[in-house]
């Protein structure tokens, strides 16, 4: 048999199985009438030297401290609360304009506009609803239609703009037709000659040879499309000018080497001595 070290594990028996071996022991000694204590005492004492003296202790539960108990450094530390959305503004409370108002702002805003605008602009600028601005655009365009104004109210796209009634398209071509075609002014012909012989040139050094303002005329010249800008003087940072291909074209002048010079065109020394006593 082999002997027991003290320190020896001990593995867990099954009394099931101890009870079964016990039996079969039993059995085995009555058939060879071998009921003797002794025998028996040998076989406990072989038993007991197999399964263990002592019992096997059961496998401790680990005690798990409540989080309250524990110091506040070895808590283990949860999720960051979500921090609150702050609550967005209130929106603008729209208002239920007067229509005779609405009829109104409605004008001046499509006046103003350059390109189609649609109906939230319109509705943000009022501060009232879409809703409001879009029956608002429909009595607009159909009381222009019934008394045959002049403009009318159209929805391009997805926006509203104010056109000139066909009606009048023969009266608005011959008014932008005739305008140009109209004389230069006095001073706009003086301006375009100054221009003329001493671009590029400055608005300022034109109004000290005229010795009077031309901002007016210059606006003139260059809507008619005979001045242009031509670049920036280095020394006042003003703007320079000068003519464009259409003030030759309109002076049948293929450069500006054409153009007749001035001296046999000014007036003498005398002349204008009589005239400027002062000068």
């Avoid at 239609?145 to 509203?160: H, K, P």
């Avoid at 000659?193 to 901002?215: C, K």
């Amino acid at each position: 048999m082999t002997e027991e070290r003290p320190d020896q594990e001990r593995t867990p028996i099954s009394w099931d199985a101890l009870a079964a071996e016990l039996a079969a022991t039993r059995e085995q000694a009555e058939q060879r009438g071998d009921a003797d204590p002794a025998t028996w005492d040998a076989v406990a004492a072989a038993l007991a030297s197999r399964v263990g003296e002592r019992p096997v202790p059961d496998e401790p539960v680990p005690v798990v401290p409540d989080e309250d108990d524990l110091p506040l450094l070895s808590r283990t530390p949860g999720p960051a609360p979500a921090a609150e959305p702050e609550p967005e503004p209130d929106p603008e409370p729209l208002e239920l304009l007067d229509p005779v108002e609405l009829r109104g702002g409605l004008e001046a805003l499509l006046f103003v506009v350059d390109d189609p605008v649609d109906e939230e602009t319109l509705a943000a600028a009022l501060r009232c609803s879409p809703e409001q601005v879009r029956d608002g655009l429909v009595a607009l365009a159909s009381g222009y239609d019934e008394r045959s104004a002049g403009i009318t109210l159209r929805r391009v796209g997805e926006g509203w703009r104010l056109y000139t009634r066909d009606d009048h398209a023969a009266v608005v071509e011959r008014y932008l037709g005739e305008g140009q075609r109209s004389r230069l002014t006095q001073a706009a012909l003086e301006t375009l000659a100054v221009i003329a012989y001493r671009q590029p040139v400055t608005r300022a050094r034109v109004s000290a040879i005229r010795g009077v303002g031309v901002d007016g005329v210059m606006r003139t010249l260059i809507t008619r499309g005979l001045v242009h800008e031509v670049g920036s003087d280095p020394d006042t940072g003003g703007g320079l000018y000068g003519t464009t291909p259409l003030f030759l074209e309109r002076l049948g002048l293929t450069s500006l080497a054409e153009l007749p010079e001035l001296a046999p065109l000014l007036p003498d020394t005398a002349a204008v001595l009589d005239e400027h006593p002062d000068a």
